[in-house]
Structures are given as C-alpha cells and as structure tokens.
C-alpha cells in the first residue's frame, strides 16, 4: 500500500506543471472581480458542486473557482499542490491545496488555512442517516474558505508588515490529508522556520446572536497573542473569545503542532446541522462573520 502511495503521489507531481500552467492562463490571469464574502458561500454551497467530495470531478471544478478567487484578491496566481490521499473505500485518489503567498516587509509568515472539502452525497461520515443527497457544507467550512479570501483581498490592499501564506486544503474529511501535504510543503520551503503562526479556520459561520462567543483552541504548551485577550476588543468586535486548551489531534492544526509551530483553531462552534445536508447558507450568521473578520485582523493581522 504504502508502495502504491508514492507511485501516485509521483504521478501527482508530474500531473502538477500542466495543471499549473492552465491555472495560470487566461482562465486566471484575467482579474474577475471578486465575489461578495456571501456569494462565495452559496457558489460553494450549490448543487451543481455536490457537495465538493476530496478526489471527485466536482473537487476539481472546486479547487478551479477557489485558485481564482485567490488570484482575484492577492493579485498573483496561487500555487497547486497535486497529492494523494486514501478514501473511504481504501482507495488512493487525488487531491489539491491551494497556496496563495502574500509578501510583507519582513520574511516572516503567519499562515491562515481552511479547508474547502466537504461530504459530496453522504457516505459514513454523514449524520443525515439513509439519505443520498448533496451535502452543502455551509459552515463546514465553505464559512472559513471564504473569510480567508476576504481576509487576503483585505491584506493585499494595505501595507502588512509580515508575509502571510493562505492556504485553501482539501482532503480534510477523509482524515485531515491536505494539512499533512501543507505540513510538508512549509517544511519543503522552510517556511516553519519562518512562520510565526498558524491560524485555521474551521466552522466560523454560526456565532450564537445571544453569546457571540468564539472558541479559539490551542495546545497548552503556546502562548496566546496578548491581543486576544484584550477585553476592550472584545467590546470593540463584539464576540466573546474562549479561549481552551487542546491537542488538536481531530483538528488541521494537529500536522502543525507535531512540528512545533504555534497553531490555534478558530471556530463559532459545533451545532445540530453538522454533516448533515441541513449545514446551508441561509442559517449562516453573516454578521458574526465579519465580526471574526475584524477580531483577526487586530489579533494577528496588523
């Protein structure tokens, strides 16, 4: 098995320059203006994607619409990562990452990742029991695909002291295979050694209207940016931080923390329409994201 990975990870990164090079073409060069934050989440969300299942045609139109956003909003074409991954059914399939690298002053980076994977029709992992039908994934996490590209596009337009490196991963379902392949890649460009921190994204779309809280999730040993426990910006973005201590094993950040890197998991929180094909956009706080939106930028982004 474990022969069979790396002829098709080989593959994979033979397949890797052509897929470049037709990403970098007209398809993406010419600069489309950029969808609303809203938009992007109900272009994600529609049927005509089925629900965007890692190593389906529907992820590769995906992982398309995605690169193009981030060529929209940082001006300058995304890089893609062909990988393998092993499905379900034990079988190894394809599957891509999105890197889009900001330059800043300095050549540090703060890396923000999200992944854009969802169930597709169901399969084990849905709790919709006995129905076949396109799983949305609003929240999971179409929510924190399309703040990242906000977030990007915002970055872009100002002057930034630090390097930000975004990172749109798939594969996340299956068994968190796309930020393992981040992993590596930040390893391969020796970005760890440069990276300040990692920052992922995962459900940020149903903030509680009565709480506001956001659950932002690290491992003990890091420390917590003193900016985030600022009450008089949590008064200013008006959310609530919880901050809670956790190894992230079931999160992206867990491929993060084994190398060392401060990582921490930002998210609204779990809720009844998790996995099931109820996760759509018009129960989606809208507000609240933009309130995420905000209490980034002065965490971790000015």
């Known amino acids: ?9 080989g593959r994979g990164r033979a397949a890797l320059l052509p897929l470049l090079i037709f990403l970098a073409g007209s398809h993406l060069s010419a600069q489309k203006s950029l969808p609303s934050l809203e938009e992007r989440i109900r272009i994600l969300c529609a049927d005509s994607l089925e629900g965007r299942r890692a190593g389906t045609v529907s992820e590769r139109i995906t992982v398309r619409l995605v690169a193009e956003w981030m060529t929209s909003a940082i001006q300058r074409p995304p890089i893609i990562d062909t990988f393998a991954f092993m499905d379900e059914d034990s079988l190894w399939r394809k599957s891509y990452n999105v890197y889009g690298i900001l330059p800043g002053e300095v050549d540090s980076f703060i890396v923000l990742i999200a992944h854009y994977d969802h169930l597709g029709w169901g399969g084990i992992r849905s709790r919709s029991i006995g129905r076949h039908s396109v799983h949305p994934g609003a929240d999971d996490n179409a929510s924190g695909v399309s703040l990242i590209i906000e977030i990007a596009a915002s970055l872009a337009r100002n002057l930034r002291r630090n390097s930000y490196l975004f990172a749109l991963i798939s594969a996340h379902e299956p ?12 390893r391969e460009k020796r970005y760890d050694k440069k990276t300040l921190a990692v920052v992922v994204l995962d459900m940020v779309g149903r903030m509680s209207p009565e709480s506001s809280k956001l659950y932002i999730y690290h491992p003990p040993s890091h420390n917590i940016p003193c900016t985030m426990r600022s009450t008089s910006r949590q008064t200013l973005y008006s959310l609530t931080p919880k901050l809670e201590e956790s190894d992230l094993r079931f999160s992206d950040c867990f491929a993060f923390v084994e190398m060392g890197l401060p990582c921490f998991l930002i998210t609204t929180g779990y809720h009844d329409d998790y996995h099931r094909i109820s996760d759509t956009p018009d129960k989606l706080n809208y507000e609240g994201i933009y309130r995420v939106f905000d209490y980034l930028r002065a965490c971790y982004l000015e």
């Open 1 to 9: 098995m474990e022969r069979t990975s790396q002829n098709l990870l």
């Open 175 to 186: 068994g968190l295979w796309g930020s393992q392949q981040a992993a590596k890649f930040l």
